[in-house]
């Protein structure tokens, strides 16, 4: 028989990477929180790759830092290898990268949770949502135990009726052979929230013993690594090599002579699998042309010899897993730990989503992560982290807050989802923004802390901090532009040792600096500041001096963004009413339900010139509404 059995503001169903950052956020805004998972030993479980960050996904790692959520403190506390990617290339796409030792990775974040005010963590499997007259009012367990809450937060991963395949076995299960959650899906329908099935996959693991390093290229972490996180400033982790090798003509021939043993070639496989992280009997098939693909080493922990076999995801044989395996140089000899497989699960499709991951069939119902049709660690997290403010505002009667595009890439991820929707697992790519040049990883900080700092997930002291460090790039600015550069034979010398042109005239030095090959380092030896700059604050200079025409430039079309994004559309807007619009239109625009032009011009099959005619009859809403007021209060 159902029992109460507790209640809170906030209930966030699963602990995995969204589900976490949702019950920090919830917790540490002021509202009562529950955290429930099905088993609480997989809390922050890294099921794929043990690894945070690269392009986009570093940046949303970095977003979440500057909001004050936890992924980036807690990689920081347990990466094995750090290393910067696309140094080479300008630094809109400098991308951090870590591998995580994998176990302390979620040792880390569940004792954070655990000593977290107003967090409760229990372990428990959510089979219905509750809800009264609209609204999402708790939930109710496999035992019985129901938990009342005024905002509910659903981030089941891939647990939702989760099917692992490999090759002609299947059998129902979560990730790594966890419970699957069968119900849950049913309670979601039933409130006419629509479904989709996707797929996602993982490699097998090896054990590091048996691989012969020698046949591999070390990849070893960077010497003096960088941080995700605002906070830190240093480590003494022991940084571990990850290791490179190929496949080969005799890999390839293997996966060929077995395509009639792949699930996803034989039809055992019906969800969508991820465009951007392809099976390896996928990739052979699709790129025949390609002699190898690479194939990476990671490490899965200090305390493990489990080794993760990146870019060989499968959901072959068993016996044709290990076949593939010892095809490989370097791993003639390999020891298979744990075979690869493929996994489908239950996802919503997310237009059914307001930007703030409400959902509009359910007030106070929310979603986020790989339910919502995402995939990766990174975007459940920035969506988990974003969720769990708008759960707890909404407890406190305060309004979401909404990231447009131009503020960060958690702007981006959360808009194509409840914008444009997916119809197979989305990743993240710096391709899908607009202003990439504002949003880079260094700066994250600068659009985003003033929001964490206003919401409550950034302390007075941190934000302090913040204010210090501008205060002291704009002064060091002003330094520069104020320094004359004469052409002396010292400048004259530095100049022709950067390979660059001599200085025929006096120039201040903010202009020296922007040419590119002079480095912030060039100008700081010749003319020092006494200003307490760390390497950070000198970064920011430099990339503002150097790409101040560009920066003004985006700033410019986030202008223009934003102007049509303040051109608000009325919840109530009865779009068939609307003469003109296209039916497909009128379709889209009544099923996303844009809460703004700027959003609505960005849904699939709305044109231009809907546009223009949703404009002209705003205008006249606008004017027919307020004239009715004016008679209600003249009345």
């Given at each position: 028989m159902p029992f109460v059995a507790g209640e809170y503001e906030v209930i966030v169903i699963g602990a995995g990477h969204a589900g976490c950052e949702a019950a920090l956020a919830s917790a540490r805004m002021g509202s009562n929180t529950l955290l429930l998972t099905i088993n609480l030993d997989m809390v922050a479980f890294m099921p794929c790759n043990p690894s945070v960050g690269g392009p986009a996904k570093g940046h949303v790692v970095r977003e979440i830092d500057a909001l004050g959520g936890e992924m980036g403190r807690n990689i920081d506390k347990t990466f094995i290898q750090m290393r910067m990617l696309n140094t080479g290339k300008g630094p809109a796409v400098h991308a951090l990268r870590a591998q995580a030792d994998k176990f302390l990775y979620q040792q880390t974040m569940k004792e954070t949770i655990e000593s977290t005010p107003n967090l409760?963590?229990?372990?428990?499997?959510?089979?219905?949502?509750?809800?009264?007259?609209?609204?999402?009012?708790?939930?109710?367990?496999?035992?019985?135990?129901?938990?009342?809450?005024?905002?509910?937060?659903?981030?089941?991963?891939?647990?939702?009726?989760?099917?692992?395949?490999?090759?002609?076995?299947?059998?129902?299960?979560?990730?790594?052979?966890?419970?699957?959650?069968?119900?849950?899906?049913?309670?979601?329908?039933?409130?006419?929230?629509?479904?989709?099935?996707?797929?996602?996959?993982?490699?097998?693991?090896?054990?590091?013993?048996?691989?012969?390093?020698?046949?591999?290229?070390?990849?070893?972490?960077?010497?003096?690594?960088?941080?995700?996180?605002?906070?830190?400033?240093?480590?003494?982790?022991?940084?571990l090599p990850c290791w490179l090798t190929y496949t080969s003509e005799h890999t390839h021939r293997i996966i060929n002579d077995n395509l009639y043993r792949a699930p996803m070639f034989s039809g055992v496989i019906e969800g969508t699998g991820p465009r951007y992280c392809p099976s390896i009997e996928d990739k052979?098939?699709?790129?025949?042309?390609?002699?190898?693909?690479?194939?990476?080493?990671?490490?899965?922990?200090?305390?493990?010899?489990?080794?993760?076999?990146?870019?060989?995801?499968?959901?072959?044989?068993?016996?044709?897993?290990?076949?593939?395996?010892?095809?490989?140089p370097g791993l003639e000899n390999v020891e298979m730990m744990r075979t690869g497989y493929a996994i489908e699960y239950d996802a919503i499709i997310p237009t059914q989503l307001w930007p703030s991951l409400e959902t509009k069939k359910v007030e106070g119902l929310f979603t986020a992560g790989q339910i919502n049709g995402t995939s990766g660690y990174e975007e459940a997290a920035g969506q988990g982290l974003m969720a769990g403010i708008n759960a707890a505002r909404k407890v406190q009667g305060k309004e979401p807050v909404i990231l447009d595009r131009s503020q960060g890439y958690i702007g981006v991820l959360i808009d194509d989802l409840v914008t444009k929707g997916t119809n197979e697992p989305y990743r993240l790519l710096t391709s899908r923004a607009e202003y990439r040049l504002l949003l880079r990883h260094d700066n994250a900080d600068l659009r985003l802390t003033p929001i964490g700092h206003d919401i409550g997930l950034i302390t007075d002291e941190r934000f302090a901090t913040f204010e210090q460090k501008v205060e002291l790039v704009r002064q060091e600015m002003e330094r520069l532009k104020a320094t004359k550069v004469r052409p002396d034979e010292a400048v004259q010398e530095m100049l022709a040792d950067a390979g660059s042109a001599p200085l025929t005239?006096?120039?201040?030095?903010?202009?020296?600096?922007?040419?590119?090959?002079?480095?912030?380092?060039?100008?700081?030896?010749?003319?020092?500041?006494?200003?307490?700059?760390?390497?950070?604050?000198?970064?920011?200079?430099?990339?503002?001096?150097?790409?101040?025409?560009?920066?003004?430039?985006?700033?410019?079309?986030?202008?223009?963004l934003q102007k049509m994004e303040k051109k608000r559309i009325p919840d109530d807007l009865q779009y068939e009413d609307v003469h003109g619009l296209a039916m497909e239109a009128k379709q889209k625009l009544a099923k996303i339900r844009p809460l703004s032009i700027g959003q609505a011009t960005r849904i699939s099959g709305v044109t231009p010139a809907d546009i223009s005619i949703l404009l002209v009859y705003l205008e006249h809403y606008n004017r027919v509404t307020a004239q009715k007021h004016a008679n209600s209060d003249a009345g």
């Open positions: 409760t963590l229990r372990q428990g499997m959510v089979e219905e949502l509750l809800v009264e007259e609209g609204k999402c009012v708790g939930v109710e367990t496999k035992s019985g135990a129901q938990y009342r809450a005024k905002a509910v937060v659903v981030t089941t991963g891939t647990y939702l009726r989760g099917k692992i395949i490999m090759g002609e076995l299947l059998y129902e299960s979560g990730p790594n052979n966890q419970q699957p959650s069968l119900k849950l899906s049913d309670s979601l329908k039933q409130l006419g929230l629509e479904l989709v099935r996707f797929k996602t996959g993982t490699p097998p693991r090896v054990h590091g013993d048996t691989i012969d390093f020698t046949k591999t290229e070390i990849q070893p972490g960077d010497n003096k690594p960088k941080f995700f996180s605002y906070e830190t400033k240093h480590s003494d982790n022991e940084q052979i098939v699709r790129f025949a042309d390609k002699s190898k693909h690479q194939i990476f080493l990671e490490p899965e922990g200090k305390n493990t010899k489990e080794y993760y076999v990146q870019g060989l995801s499968t959901s072959m044989p068993e016996d044709v897993q290990l076949s593939i395996l010892r095809s490989i005239n006096g120039i201040d030095a903010l202009t020296l600096l922007r040419r590119p090959e002079i480095s912030y380092a060039h100008v700081e030896k010749l003319f020092p500041s006494d200003l307490p700059l760390d390497e950070e604050m000198k970064e920011q200079v430099e990339i503002q001096i150097k790409y101040a025409g560009y920066i003004e430039k985006q700033l410019i079309q986030v202008e223009r």
